[in-house]
């Protein structure tokens, strides 16, 4: 970074900052209206409820192609233009739905739409923490980002189950606050030169900069990310199940369970970066014993105080794998190439988090386990426990 390029980064250091941490808000808003579900049925009689469904997976269906070229359309327009771009896009999509009212498949057609910019979306706003944060303070910053969408998270879910109790077609105004960043983005200054933090992975400019390959070590990430939404998705997915199934309350001690997780994951990040100062290159493994400890509390136990030790643990870990995976990609990535990096990554994860159900079912099936809801949830702990002991005995490089 040249004398010119500091004294505009040191201005405009606070805007960058709120812009980064207020961008996060989006991840929250692709599932934001996935517990009205129940209500929008009643207000669309004539459309199954399995249709209605749609509504929560086309878009994470929608975001796994573009999520594979999110990378190359982040390099090709820079950060600063593809945020603008991807999160109007986004806004707009999401806000349209509330005009129709009586015609159900023009929502469903700007929910994939929403989809599309979400694949780009995801690793964009790693992308703003990779472009405009100096190296030193990004695993910070990256805990940061993602405890503000977790609070948020809780806000606005609460929000809009309120709007949807008087109007469900009111919801999507919810997505205008989105002109906020948007707006901001807009002054977000050129982005600063930090030099290459990778140096198994030189950066070229222009065509070269896009073609360049990924690092194994990013490979390996990767890779990792994908068979971590494979093993976690079953606890998130039979966990209120399991409740239930064990007469230990009903939907609404599931949701309190499920606030001690967020509650856990807003610690586990918000505290991150002093975390992986401690223990460094096993911040991977170490976070995963929590998710073991998780799925061993779920599957084996039934009793409530557990489920709420298990969820809130379980939370820390799950959150604080994220931010882990992603300063990992920036630590071995070059600038380029971790735009690509996150957005494959972005995209293995949910085709994990798609398939996960239909391994675990095939396996519990060959045990004579078919329609088991703990075996699953077991499954996923005991392969958490394999890959941190493979972990701690050759960590990645972090």
Known sequence: MNVSEERTYQKASFLIVFVVLSANVINTMGGLVNPTLATMAQAYPDVSLSTIQ??????????????????????????????????????????????????????????FITGLTTGVISPLTAALVNTYIEPPRRPSMFGYKQAVGNITGIILTSLVGIIAARNVFNIWYVHLLLV???????????????????????????????KEKLPMSAWGIILLMFLFSVFSYPALLNFSSLIDANGMGDA????FVQTAANIGGILGTLFFGKIYKKVGKYVIPVFMVLLVLRHFLLGLTDNVILYFVAMFVGG?????????????????????????????????????????????????????????????????????????VILFVKPVRM
């Open 180 to 210: 906020f960043p948007i707006g901001l983005g807009l002054l977000l200054p050129k982005a600063p030169h930090w030099g290459d933090p990778a140096p198994a992975a030189k950066s070229g400019s222009g065509a070269a900069a896009q």
């Open 316 to 388: 820390i870990g799950y959150f604080g794998l994220f931010v882990a995976f992603t300063t990992g990609l920036s630590v071995n990535c070059s600038a380029g190439s971790f735009h690509e990096a996150t957005g494959i990554m972005s995209a293995m994860m949910n085709v994990g988090m798609f398939i996960s159900p239909y391994i675990m079912n095939f396996i519990a099936s060959l045990f004579g386990l078919a329609g088991s809801l703990a075996f699953p949830v077991i499954l996923g702990g005991a392969g958490f426990v394999i890959i941190a």
């Open 54 to 111: 749609l509504v929560a997976t086309l878009p994470m269906l929608a975001a796994i192609p573009t999520s594979f070229f999110a990378g190359k359309f982040i390099n090709k327009l820079g950060v600063k233009r593809a945020f603008i771009l991807s999160f109007s896009a986004f806004m707009i999509s999401s806000v349209i739905p509330t005009c129709f009212r009586t015609s159900f498949t023009p929502v469903l057609v700007c929910r």
């Open 252 to 255: 609404s001690l599931a949701g």
